[in-house]
């Protein structure tokens, strides 16, 4: 067990939806990334946070956005959702952001049909 | 930008076999390297990690040298087994903190 924890586990939506996935970050860690998961792309760095502010984005579509709260959990909205968008969406946290590891989470499996 | 680059899978091997698993990266600035697990149907987690030049990594069996002449940190282990059927990830992370991730090598253990 990581600390870091993700809900809901599973998630089945329509086209054109949207979706709020939630992480909180292991204890006394500052740091929140969000990741993407597919088959055929792996794994894909969207957005990083630290502290609630926004530190590093990655490859974010425009229909996604992400926020950190002042308890340091974090949400990724997903809108106008498509088929491609189905994937595994992992949240990952670290104490701060310089050079350390990261501890994941069990991740969302996101279904869109 | 900061890449890397891992050994394409996947790779299967006999139980009791040598494992490598090559993995290079390009960075700006002075990365820590880590080699991560994801296991079926689980998150990533940390396998192990180096932080400057010519640190070993070493947990469960598994070791990876930090080499910067060469910017290489390829990960291996002497004798493997069932239970380490997974991906392994390998990864930088710089001192700009932002944290780049290979793209997995997927590793069967037959009996």
């Known amino acids: 067990d990581s600390g870091v924890t993700q809900t809901p586990k599973h998630l089945i939506t329509a086209t054109g939806q949207r979706v709020t996935l939630r992480c909180s970050p292991r204890s006394g860690d500052l740091s929140v990334y969000w990741y993407q998961q597919s088959l055929d792309q792996g794994l894909q760095f969207l957005i990083q946070?630290?502290?609630?502010?926004?530190?590093a984005k990655g490859n974010i579509l425009e229909r996604f956005s992400a926020q950190q709260f002042p308890d340091l959990h974090s949400e990724l909205n997903l809108s106008s959702l498509e088929l491609g968008d189905s994937a595994l969406y992992f949240c990952?946290?670290?104490?701060?952001?310089?050079?350390?590891?990261?501890?994941f989470g069990p991740g969302t499996r996101l279904t869109v049909l | 930008g900061d890449s890397v680059t891992q050994m394409e899978g996947p790779v299967t091997l006999s139980e009791e076999a040598f494992l490598t698993i090559n993995c290079t990266y390009t960075a700006t600035g002075y990365p820590s390297l880590f080699w991560y697990v994801q296991y079926p149907g689980e998150g990533l987690q940390l396998l192990l990690k180096?932080?400057?030049?010519?640190d070993k990594g070493s947990n469960k069996g598994f070791e990876a040298t930090y080499r910067k002449e060469t910017t290489s940190f390829h990960l291996e282990k002497g004798s493997v087994q069932v239970s380490d059927s997974a991906v392994y990830f390998c990864?930088?992370?710089?001192?700009?903190?932002?944290?780049?991730f290979g793209d997995g090598t997927t590793l069967t253990v037959k009996p």
């Open positions: 946070y630290y502290n609630g502010e926004e530190r």
């Open positions: 990864a930088l992370s710089t001192n700009a903190g932002k944290s780049t």
């Open positions: 180096a932080t400057k030049a010519d």
């Open positions: 990952a946290s670290s104490p701060w952001t310089e050079r350390n590891e990261q501890f």
